[in-house]
């Protein structure tokens, strides 16, 4: 059975981070592309950066240079750091995986980021 777990979420002022965490069982993470995607209220979900297999990231325009994305194979976790963080960033923000093979894609069920100005 697949789960990913996300945690870290919160309530932080303008200008403030987070780490966010998800932590996956039941997949074979090291042959998964993980990314973040997040929702707004009233907005489609988004994607935020995905990292893949081999470690090569890409970000979203709207957060280049603001967060940072890893992940940490031994542990089966992947990781988004924040900082200065807006209160556009206000989403729940959820974890993705994506096998490489099989193209199987997981999601999580979700943390909620709040940005308070």
């Known amino acids: 059975q697949v789960q990913l777990v996300e945690s870290g979420g919160g309530l932080v002022q303008t200008g403030g981070s987070l780490r966010l965490s998800c932590a996956a069982s039941g997949i074979i993470f090291t042959i998964n592309t993980m990314n973040w995607y997040r929702q707004a209220p009233g907005k489609q979900r988004e994607w935020v950066a995905s990292?893949?297999?081999?470690?090569?990231?890409n970000y979203a325009d709207s957060v280049k240079g603001r967060f940072t994305i890893s992940r940490d194979n031994a542990k089966n976790t992947l990781y988004l750091q924040m900082g200065d963080l807006k209160p556009t960033d206000t989403s729940v923000y959820y974890c993705?995986?994506?096998?490489?093979?099989?193209?199987?894609?997981?999601w999580g069920q979700g943390t909620q980021v709040t940005v308070s100005s």
């Open positions: 990292i893949s297999s081999g470690g090569v990231t």
């Open positions: 993705h995986a994506r096998n490489d093979y099989t193209r199987v894609i997981s």
